[in-house]
């Protein structure tokens, strides 16, 4: 079968993208693709699921799950700039969701200055992180039509392309966010590491992902939308817990949330057959019911961890230290 022009094909074989670990023997499930199935849609965000995955594997060691093989860097980075966005709603939803997680943090952060997002989407989050009193705040996001479809005050703050740590200064950054993202890069763990020489000493890492062994992602198997092409790897609570620690963050804390989104939305995401599903989701956008916005724990996480240093507790105290003589 020829693949379409522009769609990645698996061709390199790797080992566990968090701890190295090559034992490959615990195949969690083979392959199940159809790349002459797959539209500029595959590999934009909030889209509607298709159920096609690469082989995954279970790593005995770290417990993540991971792609392998997968296609090569250039072939993803140049399937994610052409990828389409329609999703300007939901990306609001999903901003107010992580701007709920963001409240304990600050407090917690050497400083309010500068703010990266990676995976930014249309940006709906660098909002959420000025309105909280962030100084800088940098998206950085690989497709080019979420970054047309962003706000015009927003995007100047968006830059176009693949995250590349050198692009920033190291240990310029408070905070460093990335959210439903780390399941697309081809190496997690080097983007951590690299999260972590760009946080200044206290600094903090908030990822948001999605968790394979949640109760939900289970009962729906293979038809849950997390196993998706898109996704090199699925997390679950032990193997985030695991990245963010290997990398050095300390006080690293992984914990289950709940989304809130419209009903329309999460229809969606159900695993119905396509045309009904199709069906459903325009009535439902078209009626009230179907915008009324319900929370719902569907096996996401989100993870925090610090950049070891001497963080001063609050930022009282920090503006009474490093405040003018
Ligand atoms: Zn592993």
């Known amino acids: 079968m020829t693949a379409p022009a522009g769609m990645p094909v698996p061709e390199q074989t790797r080992p566990c993208p968090v701890c190295g670990s090559d034992d490959e023997s615990r195949v969690f499930a083979e392959a199940r693709y159809d790349l002459a199935k797959l539209d500029a849609h595959a590999f934009a965000s909030r889209k509607l699921p298709e159920y096609m995955h690469y082989r995954l594997v279970r790593c005995p060691t770290c417990d993540l799950v991971y792609a392998s093989p997968v296609p090569s860097a250039e072939g993803l980075a140049r399937a994610y700039d052409e990828a389409a966005f329609d999703s300007a709603e939901e990306a609001r939803c999903a901003a107010r969701t992580y701007g709920r997680l963001l409240g304990p943090l600050l407090a917690r952060l050497p400083d309010l200055g500068t703010a990266i997002d990676v995976g930014t989407g249309d940006g709906a989050f660098l909002e959420e992180l000025a309105a909280a009193g962030f100084e800088t705040v940098i998206g950085v996001e690989p497709s080019a039509a979420p970054i047309a479809a962003a706000k015009p005050h927003v995007r100047p703050w968006i830059r176009h392309g693949t995250f590349r740590e050198h692009d920033f200064p190291a240990g310029g950054a408070s905070l460093v966010t990335c959210f439903q993202t780390l ?106 019911p179907g915008q009324l916005q319900v929370s719902l724990p569907v096996g996401n996480l989100a993870a925090v961890g610090f950049r070891p240093g001497d963080p001063p507790p609050t930022r009282s105290a920090a503006a009474t230290r490093h405040g003018p003589a």
């Not at 196993?227 to 997390?235: A, G, N, S, T, V």
């Not at 939305?265 to 439902?284: D, E």
Request: net charge positive.
């Open 183 to 288: 399941e697309h890069l081809p190496d997690p763990a080097a983007f951590a590491r690299s999260a972590w020489r760009l946080l200044k000493p206290g600094g903090a890492v908030l990822f948001v992902g999605h968790d394979y062994g949640a109760l939900p992602n289970r009962l729906m198997g293979r038809r849950s939308p997390i196993y998706d092409i898109e996704h090199l790897q699925l997390f679950s609570r032990r193997a985030l817990g695991e990245m963010l620690r290997r990398t050095g963050f300390t006080h690293v804390h992984v914990r289950p949330i709940t989304n809130r989104y419209p009903l329309h939305y999460w229809l969606k995401l159900a695993p119905l057959p396509t045309a009904l599903k199709l069906r459903l989701c325009a009535a439902a956008k078209a009626s009230w």
